[in-house]
């Protein structure tokens, strides 16, 4: 529910009140960008230090208070009266919504569950494509019918309903203890302080081996994902192509997202990091030298692949490398990298095209740089497992 919920943090659903802000305020298209991307990369050093919070206090009580300031960004935003309030608004959106709801889902996804813990961050994390299929035509049709400001009150009382509620009466201690029984309930929690710094995280070599994919992947999907239109038509395809595109992408990315939690339960998560990355390098090459609106599909559908199968991937990865005790504190640390990505991606694509450079440009760039973060993601695989490959493959050049 809270990763669904996100959606209304996210890039693709406040995009569609950014024509209304910009008649109502006499904004451009370059101001409110500005906005946007300064509240992003704000929400983004927040991160760090609001998340790691989940490591010393109660789920319940974290999620109450990153609740409450999802509603005040949300209420807040709908009464705005002048250029100001926006800016702010995205802020509290950006940091409640895309950065702590994602980031509470999947921390107790991995605290509590060991055994299958593949399984519930994938479940978890089927929120993001639900809301990205279901969410923009709602969204879209209640804007047209009652106005943009009362869409953002029902987009409150949702989430005040379905969060707070559920918190509330649902969730009981009993609920709050590792799958293996190795963790610790909430209440014990509250009586233990957790300290670790996010600087030796930063140091380790773990962080290195993660950081380059966490950091590009929200780049380039968010980067791709901005410029849509302008690719369309640089291809000479029908606009109506992005709308499928986008269907089969969520479908795509919601089969990968189940694919991967019972593989990575059986196999670990680092089995998989080398790999999970190959059918983006392949989407970008369709996309790249593909000529026939279909390829928009395919592109669409590899991606999707990738995105679903590395968040589960990733999210596991980050347990195996660092354990379940300061899971709160690890995750804040990416998500804010992740968080930054995405504000960085469309900026650096921005320039690269308005310098002159062609799509071509930026397929190939995007490309050159995945076949490089590929090669090094095989560090993640055990050197005992690396022996094993090589001799079974000498095995079978002897014969």
């Known amino acids: 529910m809270m990763t669904a919920l996100s959606s209304f943090g996210q890039t693709f659903l406040l995009a569609l009140y950014i024509p209304f802000l910009i008649e109502e305020f006499a904004l451009s298209n370059g101001l409110i960008s500005t906005f946007y991307g300064v509240a992003t990369i704000a929400s983004a050093a927040m991160l760090p230090k609001v998340g790691k919070l989940i490591d010393t206090i109660s789920l319940k009580k974290f999620t109450l208070v990153t609740t409450f300031l999802f509603l005040v960004a949300l209420v807040f935003f709908s009464f705005a009266q002048s250029w100001w309030y926006i800016p702010i608004a995205f802020l509290g959106l950006r940091l409640a919504g895309q950065g702590l709801y994602s980031h509470i889902a999947i921390t107790t996804m991995s605290r509590y569950f060991v055994e299958n813990r593949g399984k519930a961050i994938s479940l978890a994390s089927l929120g993001h494509p639900l809301g990205q299929a279901v969410l923009p035509a709602i969204i879209l049709l209640v804007i047209t019918q009652i106005g943009w400001r009362e869409s953002l009150w029902i987009n409150a009382s949702l989430v005040a309903v379905i969060v707070t509620g559920y918190t509330l009466f649902v969730v009981k201690p009993k609920h709050l203890v590792s799958e293996s029984m190795e963790g610790i309930s909430d209440a014990q929690k509250d009586k233990k302080t957790v300290k670790v710094r996010q600087r030796d995280i930063m140091k380790s070599k773990a962080f290195l081996l993660l950081a380059p994919n966490i950091f590009f992947i929200p780049f380039a999907i968010t980067g791709l994902f901005f410029y849509q239109f302008p690719i369309v038509e640089f291809k000479g395809w029908s606009v109506g192509v992005i709308a499928a595109g986008l269907t089969a992408y969520a479908i795509s990315s919601t089969v990968s997202i189940l694919t991967a939690g019972p593989l990575i339960d059986k196999y670990r998560a680092r089995t998989f990091f080398p790999f999970y990355l190959i059918p983006f390098l392949m989407g970008i090459f369709v996309i790249w030298f593909g000529q026939s609106p279909v390829t928009m599909y395919v592109y669409m559908v590899l991606i999707g692949l990738s995105t679903g199968f590395g968040n589960a991937t990733i999210a596991a990865l980050q347990v195996e490398f ?51 973060i590929i090669l090094q993601s095989f560090r993640s695989i055990p050197k005992y497992s690396r022996a094993k490959w090589k001799y079974k493959l000498r095995k079978r050049r002897g014969k």
């Open 322 to 372: 660092f354990g379940q005790k300061y899971i709160g504190t690890v995750r804040s640390l990416f998500t804010s990298l992740m968080v930054l990505s995405s504000a960085v991606g469309p900026a650096l694509y921005g320039i690269l095209l308005d310098t002159g450079f062609s799509f071509d440009v930026v397929f190939g760039v995007t490309a050159l740089i995945l076949v490089l």
